[in-house]
């Protein structure tokens, strides 16, 4: 038994932000975001609630994939920036799409969140508890970057991505590799509130995203490439037989560098981050709809996902592209 994606979404807030609009609030320019990141421009929320862009995106999937919501039997929301701690964003989009027969949650993984929730719904329908699976990735970010601050308010960007899998025979996913490394979650941190009861006065942290730019780089590009090795290995695949690597997209250097230890040219590397952004776990499903939307994903092709980010945490998934039974 395993799992198939059949249906992708997704959604972006109206309002567009470009680099030069950012040199406006914080001393940067055009040429050095482009240079360091390779990010030109990004969807910024003005409204749009991690909720409301996840219904959108999930609304689509099934559209795509040709379900109605009250056939989903699990759906599961990545995020690291739901507005509410209780009602998950999961059970918000259930009531919003009308899908009365899902079992609902979230799960927090950072910008490998979309992988952790794909392998989770993988598991559950290999082990036969469900037959098919709404899986999201929705992020407002702008809401937990300090705009004053170069080094991060420049990468980030909003939006959700969605893919609508069901139970198959054989092909789909073929392999699923996940990590975490706890010690190293000081580089990319963002605080949540201060413990406040009668009993104690606690002193709130800083809320905003805190980065350590270079150790991220260094991480990504040293791990990525060993997860999706390991991957490939358990599909019994080598790297030159998969036609794409949809990967996270954080910045077209890390992506450039992961090819490179691969051993591969970066064309094989689709990337939309030069318009989006780093949109955390949106970031793949977004990339894997525009890619099934431009009509990129033939059946039969053989691909890659793989995410990285705080944590830290990182993932790789191979699958066989196949919308036919
Ligand atoms: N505009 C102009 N200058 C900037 C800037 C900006 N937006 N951000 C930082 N700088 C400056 C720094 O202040 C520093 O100046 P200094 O030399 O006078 O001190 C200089 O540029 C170099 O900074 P540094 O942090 O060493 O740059 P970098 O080449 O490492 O690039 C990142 C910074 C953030 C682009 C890069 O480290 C990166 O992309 N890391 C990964 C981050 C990431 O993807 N995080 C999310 C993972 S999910």
Not at 111 to 131: D, E, K, M, N, P
Not at 226 to 248: D, M, N, P
Not at 260 to 274: E, V
Not at 316 to 325: S, T
């Amino acid at each position: 038994m395993s799992m198939r994606i059949i249906g992708t979404g997704s959604a972006l807030p109206e309002k567009y932000v470009t680099n030069n609009d950012l040199a406006e609030l914080v001393d940067t320019s055009d040429e050095w975001i482009r240079e360091r990141t390779g990010i030109g421009g990004r969807h910024v929320s003005t409204g749009e609630t991690v909720a409301e862009l996840a219904a959108l995106a999930c609304g689509r999937a099934l559209a795509d994939a040709g379900r109605r919501a009250d056939q989903v039997e699990l759906l599961i929301v990545a995020t690291c920036s739901p507005e509410t701690g209780i009602p998950s964003v999961a059970c918000q989009v259930q009531s919003s799409l009308g899908a009365v027969n899902a079992v609902a949650f979230d799960l927090n993984a950072a910008c490998a969140g979309f992988l952790f929730a794909l392998h989770t719904a993988w598991a559950y329908v290999q082990s036969g508890i469900c037959r098919n699976a709404l899986i999201v990735g929705a992020e407002v970010l702008s809401k937990l970057v300090d705009w004053t601050d170069r080094g991060t308010c420049i990468l980030f960007g909003d939006g959700a991505g969605a893919v609508f899998a069901e139970q198959c025979d054989r092909g789909g996913i073929l392999s699923f590799v996940q990590h975490s490394d706890g010690r190293k979650g000081e580089v990319l941190r963002c605080d949540s509130r201060a413990l406040t009861n009668p009993y104690v006065r606690g002193v709130m942290q800083s809320p905003w995203v805190k980065m350590d730019g270079r150790e991220v780089f260094s991480f990504a590009v040293r791990q990525v490439p060993t997860g999706i090795t390991e991957a490939l290995k358990q599909a019994h695949l080598k790297a030159e037989e998969v036609e794409l690597f949809v990967l996270h997209q954080a910045n077209f250097r890390i992506i450039e560098g992961i090819a490179r230890r691969l051993g591969l040219d970066a064309d094989r590397f689709p990337m939309n981050l030069d318009r989006v952004g780093n949109m955390s776990s949106a970031s793949i499903p977004v990339l894997l709809d525009e890619l099934n939307r431009a009509g990129r994903l033939k059946e039969g092709m053989k691909l890659v996902l793989s995410g990285f980010g705080a944590g830290l945490t990182w993932g790789a998934c191979v699958l066989n592209w196949q919308r036919e039974c």
